[in-house]
């Protein structure tokens, strides 16, 4: 069965939109129903979300993956790392259309999943790369770096600031406990080549697309990580 006859067979189990949410997901709306549908058909099926989730996909994850959208500028390529089921690249995809995403998946089956929900959905601005980020310096380079659920911030600093440019800026949702993780995490972020950081709120409660991010900026990386980055780059000949 394909993506499309999956979500066509899983959709009558897909919640509806929340009415506070509609009007501001605007000619997005469409696609992310689409979305939706794969999630709670194929991506149930192939253990992706749990089926458990299907009942709060809006409010839970569509809706939480919405607000960092309002941190992109115009033009920005951004890498979503960690990707599994495209929370929160194909959100942003769907709402931004302007940027170019990088949906970065080491797991084939998810992998397999996102690249036939990107044809599916039409995402012309989307790229499936099966890889893991920490084998990624110097095979690609970004804007910005966008994480959920992925791991410690701590840990996720030191996977994702070499993708950036400098200036370049991770975003990582968390939740209530975010201004804790990055407290503690600040010694590791600043030996990572990081030069700022703070706890955003973004989106919009009203909407139900109320998120906490935390941003990352990224300075120059740490000489070692620029001469790794280099060795990977001429060992394979890929371009950023």
Not at 43 to 57: A, D, M, Q, W
Not at 203 to 226: I, K, N
């Amino acid at each position: 069965m394909t993506a499309a006859s999956s979500a066509r067979a899983g959709a009558s189990a897909v919640p509806p939109v929340p009415p506070a949410a509609r009007a501001g997901l605007g000619t997005a709306l469409p696609v992310l129903e689409a979305y939706a549908a794969l999630l709670a058909g194929p991506g149930v099926e192939r253990g992706l979300i749990g089926p458990r989730e299907t009942p709060r996909l809006w409010e839970r994850h569509l809706l939480n993956c919405a607000g960092p959208a309002e941190l992109l500028e115009p033009g920005t390529t951004v890498a979503d790392v960690g990707s599994g089921a495209g929370l929160p690249g194909l959100v942003l995809a769907a709402l931004r259309p302007d940027c170019r995403i990088v949906l970065v998946e080491p797991l084939l089956r998810r992998a397999t999943f996102l690249s036939e929900a990107v044809e599916t959905l039409g995402l012309a601005s989307v790229e499936v790369r099966r890889a893991r980020a920490e084998d990624l310096p110097g095979l690609l380079e970004v804007d910005a770096v966008v994480a959920r659920a992925v791991a410690p911030l701590e840990k996720l600093a030191g996977w994702t600031l070499p993708l950036l440019r400098p200036g370049g800026r991770l975003l990582a949702l968390k939740g209530d406990t975010a201004g804790a993780e990055l407290a503690a995490a600040r010694p590791a972020l600043t030996r990572a080549g990081a030069v700022g950081a703070e706890v955003v709120e973004v989106g919009d409660p009203a909407a139900l697309t109320a998120a906490t991010v935390v941003v990352v900026v990224a300075g120059e990386p740490p000489a070692s990580v620029r001469r790794a980055a280099r060795r990977r780059a001429r060992a394979t000949g890929s371009p950023r």
